[in-house]
Every structure is written in C-alpha cells, then in structure tokens.
C-alpha cells in the first residue's frame, strides 16, 4: 500500500496547501526481511520525495503507536494517513492493531485510513508507510504513562501469575512456578516502564513466598532451596528490570538524536533555496522556535563596518535580551557567550558567533523561554551544530551580493566608457568642422564672397544641430532612467505624428523615397506625442544613416488582435544575425569606429518609451535585404471609440 499513501498523502498536502512527510519504521522483523522487502521499502521513500514529501526513517521500537505518536507531537502534526490493516477476523479478535492504538493516542490528531480492497490480508507487505503532514498545532496527549498506570500495570500483572501459577500449583514443584512469575516481569519490562518491571518483581516474589513456599500463608522460608529460588527471582527480575530500562533510554536517545538530524537536515534544505539576508533570518527563527521553542536572531556585520539585526519582529521584549555590546564581543572574539557559559552567564540569551570560510559573518542570538532548556549540554552543542548550516547561508548570500555589486560596479563602468568613447568620437567631428568653418571666415573676413560665407555659416548650424542631437539623446535617456516616466497622454492619429516627423526630418531623409500606409479606420494613439515623436525620429535617422541616398523606407500600421503595430522598413544592409537583442542596449553599436556617426543611444531609448507605454518595440531583418523595426501599443475602449468617432 506504499504507493497508495504516498499519492494519498500528495492529495492531502495539496488540498490543504500544506507541506508533508512520508514516515517509515524501521522494525526488528523488518531488519530480518528479504532484500526485496527492503528496496521496495526505498522505492516508495523515493518516490514519496519525487511528490514533495520530506522522508523520515524511525528505528522501531514496540509500541510503534506511542514512536508514532511522539514523532507527530514533536513536528507537531494535524493529520495522519495509515494503511488500513487487512487481518483475519481472528487476528482482530486477538491482537490490537496499531491503528487502534493511534486512534487512541492521536488526541486533537486527525487520522485518516486509507485501505486497498484489491490486496489480499496474505500479500501485505511487512514494512508500513505513514505519511504525516506537519502544521503548528500542538497535540493535548504527551504520550508518557502516568507513575500510578505503571503502579496498577505491575499489580495487575502479578495478579495474572498468581492466578496461572495457583492453577499449575497442582502439577508443577514450586521452584518451576518462580518462572511464571519471571515470565511477568519480562512481560512488565517490555510493556511498560521500570517503576511496573519493579514492581511486579518484588510483588512477584512476595506472592510467590507466601502462596506458594512451605509454609504456605506465611513469610517464613523452611527450606534453603526455596530461600535461593527466591533471591534468584528477586535479582532477576529487577536485572530485566534494569535492562529493559537501559534498551528502552537507548532508543530515545537514538530517537531524540535522529529528531535533531532531521530537523538539522530541514533546515539544511531550508536555507539552501532562500534567496535574501531576511529569508535567510525568517528561516531560522521558525525552526529553532520549533526544535527549542525559543526565539532567535542574527545579527550580521555590515561592509561598511555598522551591525545590523536580521528577523526583528516588533515585540518589545526582544530589547531586553539583544545586548549589542555582547554581540560585538562575541563577533570580535570568536567566542560563545551568554546564558550557560563562562562569560556573562547570568544575561537571558546566548549569544554564538557564526563562523564561515573567511572568519566570523555574524553572531546567532538565542533566546529561550526556559533557561534550563540551553543549560543542558547536548542542547546547546545542537545550537552550536545549527550554527554552522546558518553561518555557510549567511556567507553564500553575502558573497552572492558582493557579486552583484561587483558586476553592476562593472556595467557601470563599461558604459562610462562607452559614453565616453561615444561622445569623444561624436563631439570631435562636429567640433573640427565647427572650427574650421569659423576659422576660415575669420581669416577671410571681407574677402570671401557671400556664397562661400552662407555655405560655412550653415555648415556651422548643421554641425551645431548636431551636437544638439547628441546631447538632447544622452539627456533624454538619463531622464528615462531616473525614475518613473511621466507621460503626458493624449489623443493623436497616428498620420498626424507621422507627418509632423517627416516634416522634420526631410533634409536629412533627402531624396530617400517614403512610403506611407495607415488604414482609415486605425484606432487613435493614447500616446506622449513628444515622445512618440522622438521614437519615429530616431528610427527613421536610423534608416537614414544606414542606407542608400536613393534608399526606400516604408511606414506602415495595422491592427493585430488587442494591439496597434508599426513597422518601419528600410533596404539598408539590415541588422548582423545574432545581434537583434543587444541593439536596444545603450550605446551598443554593431561598428563601434565607423563611417556612421552616433552614440547607439537612439535604440535604447526608443525601448524605453515604448515600455513606458504598456508596448514593446524589436527588430527583425528582411529576406531580400535591410531591417525591420516593430513596436506595439495597446488599444483601450477609448481608442476604439476615437476611431469610430473619426471615421464617422
């Protein structure tokens, strides 16, 4: 039934948003099972982590109700998925099922049995899968036996040898009746803790001597033999008594130790997929208020020297155990400090630094609720086992974002380079134009006719407006990038701005032919018309630069589902393949020194006009030859209702 709990369990999880674990216990009969019975035990934990589920193998031991129990209390979970048992109607008569006891134990657990008609009660597999999901509710039960239970167990069970050995008294000797009586404290020992094994064996030997020991109804040993049968069955059973106790601490120990394993190991898993100092913080504090309900925070050491505290919540009462000064004690001296320790042992919390690679990144400060729960040793060595997994989390985020302001240090001086390289090659033509033009007149002032002086005067202008251009591009894309685009929308047709942008541009458009396509009914543009008009001017100068003086360009627009799309063509050479994405990136240009001028800013900021109206703007390249530049923009009601309007 493995795989029909793990899909049960997958159900629940999602169903209820929820995250779940698929537990398995390990028994003595299954150690002693075939090694197919063990892989199929492996399969079904694989899969159950396939399906999300965290996987926890517990080291059986009886009763598996109470382990269970105790393991859902520790995680604290709210629902239980078991495998219905299928057992001969004698076997249910005979034996509790360890259904029956969870039930009885579960408390505020809900329990939820899921059965397999179709598997016959023969071909049930030993080993048992439980899937357990995990939520923060606490159970009422604690699962431990009241002393007064143990007392009754060991008097009720002395009851039950007295009465099998005063049936055999008939036909068995004395000494062999001891036996029944030390079959009783095994039975106590096993079943029940050391207060029920003591008491049945002292009991035991009591009943045992007045009952059944010449002379009978009385203390009193006449026989040495029977003397020694006493004593043994004393020293035996409070040796089984001993041993049992012993087995029994053993196996929590192992438990509570593979508790502390599991939790390390969730929030082992836990840290390595958080993405921020916060998470990172957030975390921790969630899981040490689960393993040692107690609260927790970081506090971390800036780069530029300043402390700072990670998962403050605002709980006034944090102030009261987060002493900086011992916190940068303990990061400048790499030792532990607090409450259990040698150094200031009497303050609230304890403070751990958290050691990386390169030294100490921050300090772990610890705060519980009980005291005692951080002065047991093994508690606070597990502290410091958490520390460590925190510590690597903490480094890793840390380099990572060193590693972001490495990188964006390095863009950034990239583009002042490009900037600069741009605007030196840009500015130094029309300068040495510029000056040679003002030079030449100021040396042929009233000699030179008035054709010669007109000419150098406009040439002056042209070089001029262009310097303009340069300086208004790298204005317009500082002022795009420094924050949110203020867009002055209004209503405008798009041959409007089309109109208004080839009367501007036709001396440098010259005698390049341009064609013109916008259907009647195009809804109207809810644009920026200034800056919708800067988009069209950069991209028809585009064109321009890049093709034949006797080159073709085409405008053209249509409508294409919930979108306006423009296109501007050229038969220039079109843009290299390969390089589509990178020439909307600022001051990149396919030829970095050639015979066309610019700063490769223009594309950039056509991008980010675009998208500061809800569009998106990209290039393709002509099968025959040249480019193409798209752009979309959205249509709303209003536009379609401008259109109807203007078409009307």
């Not at 501007?504 to 916008?518: C, D, H």
Request: net charge neutral.
């Amino acid at each position: 039934m493995g795989e029909r709990l793990v899909r049960a369990g997958q159900f629940a999880a999602q169903n209820l948003d929820a995250n779940w674990i698929a537990l398995h216990v390990e028994m003595p009969l299954t150690w002693r099972s075939s090694v197919r019975a063990r892989e199929e035990a492996l399969r079904i934990l694989r899969l159950a982590e396939q399906y999300g589920a965290e996987t926890v193998t517990l080291t059986g031991r009886a009763p598996i109700a109470s382990q269970i129990i105790e393991f859902a209390q520790a995680r604290k979970v709210t629902h239980i998925i078991l495998g219905k048992p299928l057992r001969q109607s004698w076997q249910r008569g005979l034996m509790s099922s360890v259904i029956d006891d969870i039930v009885a134990r579960s408390g505020s657990i809900d329990v939820q049995i899921s059965g397999d008609p179709g598997v016959h009660p023969r071909r049930q597999p030993i080993l048992s899968q439980h899937a357990l999901r995990g939520v923060a509710v606490k159970s009422e039960s604690d699962g431990k036996i009241p002393p007064w239970h143990s007392y009754l167990a060991g008097v009720s069970i002395t009851t039950g040898c007295t009465a099998v050995a005063a049936v055999m008294f008939k036909w068995l000797a004395p000494t062999n009746l001891a036996m029944v009586y030390l079959l009783g404290v095994v039975l106590a020992a096993t079943r029940f803790d050391r207060r029920a094994s003591v008491v049945t064996a002292v009991l035991g030997t009591l009943a045992f001597d007045f009952l059944f020991i010449p002379p009978i109804y009385s203390f009193a040993i006449s026989d040495t033999e029977y003397l020694l049968t006493a004593v043994v069955l004393l020293t035996v059973g409070l040796v089984i008594s001993a041993l049992a106790d012993g087995l029994r601490r053993q196996a929590r120990v192992a438990t509570d130790r593979e508790r502390r394993t599991a939790a390390l190991y969730a929030m082992t898993r836990k840290l390595a997929v958080v993405a921020s100092l916060d998470d990172i913080a957030t975390c921790v504090r969630a899981h040490i208020a689960h393993v040692f309900d107690a609260q927790a925070l970081i506090r971390l050491k800036s780069s530029d020297g300043t402390m700072r505290l990670l998962g403050r919540t605002d709980d006034p009462a944090e102030a009261g155990w987060t002493d900086t000064s011992i916190a940068d004690w303990v990061f400048t001296r790499n030792e532990i400090a607090g409450c259990g320790t040698n150094v200031l042992p009497a303050v609230d919390g304890l403070y751990l630094p958290l050691n990386g690679t390169r030294g100490v990144v921050g300090v772990l400060i610890v705060h519980c609720v009980n005291r005692r729960q951080i002065l047991v040793s093994e508690r606070r060595h597990l502290l410091e086992t958490f520390a460590n997994p925190i510590a690597v989390a903490v480094e890793r985020e840390q380099l990572r974002l060193q590693a972001h302001d490495s990188a964006f240090a390095a863009q950034n001086e990239r583009l002042r380079n490009s900037l600069l390289s741009s605007i030196s090659h840009d500015l130094r033509s029309p300068l040495s134009v510029m000056g040679s033009s003002a030079g030449s007149l100021l040396e042929g002032e009233g000699q030179l006719p008035a054709g010669p002086q007109r000419q150098m005067v406009q040439t002056i202008n042209d070089e001029a407006l262009r310097m303009t251009h340069i300086v208004n591009n790298i204005l317009d894309m500082t002022k795009l990038e420094s924050g949110p685009v203020q867009l002055d929308r209004q209503w405008y047709p798009l041959e409007e701005i089309v109109g208004a942008v080839l009367g501007r541009l036709k001396g440098q458009l010259g005698q390049r032919a341009v064609s013109i396509y916008i259907p009647h009914d195009l809804p109207m543009l809810h644009v920026d018309g200034v800056l919708f008009e800067k988009v069209l001017i950069n991209l028809l100068e585009n064109a321009a630069k890049y093709t034949a003086i006797d080159a073709h360009i085409n405008v053209s627009a249509s409508v294409q589902g919930s979108e306006i799309k423009v296109k501007v063509m050229d038969d220039g050479p079109g843009v290299p393949k390969g390089l589509e994405q990178f020439i909307f990136e600022k001051f990149y240009r396919v030829q970095a020194e050639g015979a066309v001028a610019g700063t490769g800013l223009g594309l950039a900021i056509c991008k980010a006009i675009i998208e500061a109206h809800g569009g998106r703007i990209w290039t393709e390249t002509r099968p025959e030859s040249g480019a193409v530049f798209l752009m979309t923009l959205p249509i709303t009601l209003a536009s379609k209702e401008h259109a109807e309007g203007r078409v009307t």
